[in-house]
């Protein structure tokens, strides 16, 4: 073989073997990639992270391959790789995924179970921010939908333990405070706030959202009449219900203590004496009957000193008749008086 033969054979040879070298360094994984990290004898096989992808709103990423050159100990372009670092075991790649933050709520709404905003419900309320939830409302306090905090219940309203504020019951109310108060007696409430004096003619029990008017036979003369009427007083009468006075029975009839109507008699009483329950009886002091009907009280400067008068006993100058109409009193010196006098006055002496 001439010397041009040797030289091409020499040369094929070269190529061959660094052919050679070539292929058992791209199958080592020296040319190409890195080479897989050895598997630590008892630990296991590097796994690919499994599961959900994650949710919208969480940040992903992705490992650049890496060069040859990379591979071979290069300095790593500072773009090649933008992943978090591995949080596999020691010496095996293993990317991690951090969880979606839960989201920002404007004021009244919460975050719901399905992780979005949604709006509190009434007797709910929420401050707002990331994460916010939803909370009820305290014990005496409400709020509407979509509040930012509560409101104590308004006056005439309690806490209910259900939830929101509630009336107080008829015949209570509520000013302050938590509790509802129970009207006194003569009193009563319809919307919680107050209590209010019965009228004439009516009365009511402790606690009541209402008056009752007096039954027949009895009378309510003034306002805020507490428990029951007062019966009409013998020989007068009250026919119909709400009475705030009642009726003097006629000359010649006669009535018991709380009657409805008067009862004609047929006794016939003298003069000073009236008919009480069916028997005539003598008219008190200060008081007369001329023919056995009512007794009168005497009019003033007239007095009737002893029980059963007919007819009242007119005082005498120098004196005045007492307020009781049942003596006649001596005027004060430097005074005097004329005959059927209630009062004396001054002589200026």
């Known amino acids: 073989m001439n010397s041009g033969g040797v030289i091409a054979v020499g040369v094929v040879g070269i190529i061959l073997f660094i052919a050679i070298i070539l292929g058992s360094l ?13 598997t630590p004898s008892g630990s296991p096989s590097p796994r690919t992270p499994s599961g959900p992808s994650p949710s919208p709103g969480t940040p992903s990423w992705s ?15 500072a773009a090649a790789d933008t992943g978090p670092p591995s949080t596999g075991p020691s010496g095996y790649p293993g990317p991690s995924y951090s969880p979606a933050a839960p989201p920002w709520c404007s004021a009244g709404y919460g975050v719901n179970a399905s992780g979005t905003c949604t709006v509190c419900s009434a007797n709910y309320y929420s401050a ?6 939803c909370n009820s409302c305290d014990l005496g306090t409400s709020s509407t939908a979509g509040s930012a905090s509560c409101t104590p219940c308004p006056t005439g309203q309690i806490g209910n333990p259900n939830g929101g504020c509630m009336a107080c019951n008829a015949g209570y109310y509520k000013t302050s405070g938590s509790q509802c108060t129970q009207c006194d007696a003569g009193k009563y409430t319809t919307d919680g706030t107050s209590c209010t004096d019965c009228p004439a003619g009516k009365y009511s029990i402790a606690g009541s959202g209402s008056c009752t008017s007096c039954p027949a036979g009895t009378y309510a003369s003034s306002t805020g009449t507490a428990n029951q009427c007062t019966p009409c007083p013998a020989n007068t009468y009250a026919s119909g219900t709400g009475s705030t006075s009642c009726t003097a029975c006629p000359a010649g009839s006669r009535s018991a203590s709380g009657s409805t109507s008067c009862t004609t008699s047929t006794v016939t009483c003298s003069a000073g004496q009236t ?7 003598p008219c008190p002091v200060g008081t007369y009957s001329a023919s056995g009907g009512a007794c009168i009280t005497c009019s003033g400067g007239y007095i009737a000193s ?9 005082c005498r100058s120098g004196t005045y008749s007492n307020s009781t109409r049942t003596a006649c009193v001596q005027c004060p010196a430097g005074t005097m008086s004329y005959d059927g006098a209630s009062s004396c006055f001054s002589t200026g002496i």
């Open 26 to 38: 791209y199958a080592t994984g020296v040319l190409g990639g890195e080479s897989p990290a050895p």
């Open 63 to 77: 490992a650049s391959p890496r060069s040859p050159l990379q591979s071979l100990g290069s300095t790593p372009d």
């Open 128 to 133: 707002g921010g990331q994460g916010a939830v």
């Open 275 to 281: 008919l009480l329950n069916g028997q005539c009886t």
């Open 306 to 314: 002893a029980s059963g008068t007919s007819a009242c006993t007119m």
